[in-house]
Nanobody
Framework: QVHLVESGGGLVQAGGSLRLSCAASGSTFNLIAMGWYRQAPGKQRELVAT???????LYADSVKGRFTISRDNAKNTVYLQMNSLKLDDTAVYYC?????????WGQGAQVTVSS
Protein backbone atom coordinates (compact mmCIF):
# COMPACT_ATOMS: atom_id res chain seq x y z
CA GLN A 1 0.00 0.00 0.00
CA VAL A 2 1.09 3.54 -0.80
CA HIS A 3 -0.39 6.61 0.84
CA LEU A 4 -0.15 9.98 -0.90
CA VAL A 5 -0.77 13.36 0.70
CA GLU A 6 -0.81 16.59 -1.31
CA SER A 7 -0.13 20.03 0.09
CA GLY A 8 0.55 23.54 -1.15
CA GLY A 9 -2.66 24.40 -2.95
CA GLY A 10 -4.41 27.70 -2.51
CA LEU A 11 -5.56 30.94 -4.11
CA VAL A 12 -3.22 32.89 -6.34
CA GLN A 13 -3.56 35.72 -8.83
CA ALA A 14 -3.03 35.11 -12.51
CA GLY A 15 0.65 35.29 -13.32
CA GLY A 16 1.63 34.09 -9.88
CA SER A 17 3.26 30.89 -8.67
CA LEU A 18 2.49 27.97 -6.40
CA ARG A 19 4.33 24.81 -5.47
CA LEU A 20 2.49 21.59 -4.78
CA SER A 21 4.02 18.78 -2.80
CA CYS A 22 3.05 15.13 -2.64
CA ALA A 23 4.48 13.05 0.16
CA ALA A 24 4.40 9.29 -0.27
CA SER A 25 4.47 6.76 2.55
CA GLY A 26 4.11 3.01 2.87
CA SER A 27 5.52 0.72 0.19
CA THR A 28 7.22 3.55 -1.68
CA PHE A 29 9.90 1.22 -3.03
CA ASN A 30 7.24 -0.13 -5.40
CA LEU A 31 6.69 3.23 -7.04
CA ILE A 32 7.96 3.38 -10.62
CA ALA A 33 6.50 6.78 -11.45
CA MET A 34 4.62 9.64 -9.89
CA GLY A 35 2.61 12.37 -11.45
CA TRP A 36 0.16 15.19 -11.18
CA TYR A 37 -3.29 15.28 -12.70
CA ARG A 38 -5.99 17.90 -12.43
CA GLN A 39 -9.72 18.10 -12.72
CA ALA A 40 -11.61 21.32 -13.31
CA PRO A 41 -15.35 21.59 -12.62
CA GLY A 42 -17.34 19.84 -15.31
CA LYS A 43 -14.24 18.42 -16.98
CA GLN A 44 -12.45 15.10 -17.00
CA ARG A 45 -9.31 14.53 -15.02
CA GLU A 46 -6.27 15.23 -17.17
CA LEU A 47 -2.57 14.65 -17.05
CA VAL A 48 -0.42 17.57 -15.98
CA ALA A 49 3.04 16.04 -15.58
CA THR A 50 4.73 12.79 -14.66
CA UNK A 51 8.20 11.78 -13.54
CA UNK A 52 9.72 8.31 -13.51
CA UNK A 53 12.18 6.75 -11.10
CA UNK A 54 14.84 7.63 -13.65
CA UNK A 55 13.61 11.24 -13.61
CA UNK A 56 12.20 11.08 -17.13
CA UNK A 57 9.51 13.75 -17.30
CA LEU A 58 6.40 14.25 -19.40
CA TYR A 59 4.23 17.37 -19.54
CA ALA A 60 0.88 18.30 -20.95
CA ASP A 61 1.24 20.81 -23.77
CA SER A 62 -0.83 23.32 -21.82
CA VAL A 63 1.74 23.55 -19.01
CA LYS A 64 5.04 23.13 -20.87
CA GLY A 65 7.44 25.92 -20.05
CA ARG A 66 5.39 27.01 -17.02
CA PHE A 67 5.27 23.96 -14.74
CA THR A 68 8.15 21.82 -13.51
CA ILE A 69 7.84 18.43 -11.88
CA SER A 70 10.61 17.12 -9.67
CA ARG A 71 11.14 14.47 -7.01
CA ASP A 72 13.21 14.02 -3.90
CA ASN A 73 13.69 10.29 -3.53
CA ALA A 74 15.19 10.64 -0.06
CA LYS A 75 11.99 12.32 1.12
CA ASN A 76 9.65 10.24 -1.06
CA THR A 77 8.17 13.51 -2.25
CA VAL A 78 7.27 14.83 -5.67
CA TYR A 79 6.81 18.52 -6.38
CA LEU A 80 5.01 20.57 -8.98
CA GLN A 81 6.31 24.09 -9.37
CA MET A 82 3.68 26.14 -11.17
CA ASN A 83 4.65 29.52 -12.61
CA SER A 84 2.80 32.02 -14.77
CA LEU A 85 -0.49 30.60 -13.60
CA LYS A 86 -3.55 31.18 -15.74
CA LEU A 87 -7.25 31.18 -14.96
CA ASP A 88 -7.53 27.88 -16.84
CA ASP A 89 -5.16 26.26 -14.35
CA THR A 90 -7.90 26.40 -11.71
CA ALA A 91 -8.64 22.81 -10.70
CA VAL A 92 -8.23 20.18 -8.05
CA TYR A 93 -4.74 18.75 -8.45
CA TYR A 94 -4.23 15.09 -7.67
CA CYS A 95 -1.01 13.24 -7.04
CA UNK A 96 -0.74 9.78 -8.58
CA UNK A 97 1.67 7.00 -7.73
CA UNK A 98 2.22 4.16 -10.18
CA UNK A 99 3.37 0.68 -9.24
CA UNK A 100 3.49 -2.48 -11.33
CA UNK A 101 0.28 -3.73 -9.71
CA UNK A 102 -1.91 -0.64 -9.33
CA UNK A 103 -2.16 3.13 -9.16
CA UNK A 104 -2.63 5.21 -6.04
CA TRP A 105 -4.20 8.65 -5.72
CA GLY A 106 -3.99 11.42 -3.19
CA GLN A 107 -7.00 13.28 -1.86
CA GLY A 108 -6.42 16.33 -4.05
CA ALA A 109 -5.39 19.93 -3.52
CA GLN A 110 -7.44 22.88 -4.73
CA VAL A 111 -5.66 25.45 -6.86
CA THR A 112 -7.64 28.58 -7.68
CA VAL A 113 -6.28 31.25 -9.98
CA SER A 114 -8.02 34.61 -9.82
CA SER A 115 -7.93 37.55 -12.21
Amino acid sequence: QVHLVESGGGLVQAGGSLRLSCAASGSTFNLIAMGWYRQAPGKQRELVATISVGRYTLYADSVKGRFTISRDNAKNTVYLQMNSLKLDDTAVYYCKGVTTSRDYWGQGAQVTVSS
